[in-house]
T-cell receptor, first 114, second 113 residues
Framework: DTEVTQTPKHLVMGMTNKKSLKCEQH?????MYWYKQKAKKPPELMFV???????INESVPSRFSPECPNSSLLNLHLHALQPEDSALYLC?????????????FGPGTRLTVT | SQQGEEDPQALSIQEGENATMNCSYK?????LQWYRQNSGRGLVHLIL?????REKHSGRLRVTLDTSKKSSSLLITASRAADTASYFC?????????????FGTGTSLTVIP
């Protein structure tokens, strides 16, 4: 199984809502990532987890809260988002952190904040 | 920003022609990867080239790396309509103890049947 799955595919939420994005992989990868991608822009790294511990936070606002409950799952909790947070949120995983492993991406969650 | 820059931003060619896109980056790197993204979908890894390599091939893909010029190129030979997508380079720069990559601005390729 070389697939990264993400749910939901689409999400519309108000600025006062709390929602969560989910990501799952069963490839035994120990590193997982969240990216944000605006239209016609490259993906921007948000968070990196290694062995279920947060390794990198790219100065992301606290209204985005990542969680890695186990080695296969990665969540992104959303609260009090702004309309400018509307974007495609991509999850990725790789075998590890060192050595330049390729990243496997999920199809993304298209988020719209109203 | 540590992102690379790619050119052209958009490229339109006829099926069967070759497509070349270039990536320039700012800092020293450990390795560089190329990814493809179909519209609104996730990214697919194409090829990785390490800083001590100058050229790599994978099927119809050829990647070159010139670390003295801080640039890389991706050549797609005998293009097909299915190659229509956005292509991004991603650099793993030094110093960097993790596997985080920073993506370039991307090239949007359209292959006309």
């Amino acid at each position: 199984d070389t697939e990264v799955t993400q749910t939901p595919k689409h999400l519309v939420m108000g600025m006062t809502n709390k929602k969560s994005l989910k990501c799952e992989q069963h490839m035994g990868h120990r590193a997982m990532y969240w990216y944000k991608q605006k239209a016609k822009k490259p993906p921007e790294l948000m968070f990196v987890y290694s062995y279920e511990k947060l390794s990198i936070n790219e100065s992301v606002p606290s209204r985005f809260s990542p969680e890695c409950p186990n080695s296969s799952l990665l969540n992104l909790h959303l609260h009090a988002l702004q309309p400018e947070d509307s974007a495609l949120y991509l999850c990725a995983s790789s075998l590890g952190l060192a050595g330049g492993y390729e990243q496997y991406f999920g199809p993304g969650t298209r988020l719209t904040v109203t | 920003s540590q992102q690379g820059e790619e050119d052209p931003q958009a490229l339109s060619i006829q099926e069967g022609e070759n497509a070349t896109m270039n990536c320039s980056y700012k800092t020293s790197i450990n390795n560089l990867q190329w990814y493809r993204q179909n519209s609104g979908r996730g990214l697919v890894h194409l090829i990785l080239i390490r800083s001590n390599e100058r050229e790599k091939h994978s099927g119809r893909l050829r990647v070159t790396l010139d670390t003295s010029k801080k640039s890389s190129s991706l050549l797609i030979t005998a293009s097909r309509a299915a190659d229509t997508a956005s292509y991004f380079c991603a650099t793993r720069w030094v110093p960097n103890t993790g596997n985080q990559f920073y993506f370039g601005t991307g090239t949007s390729l359209t292959v006309i049947p």
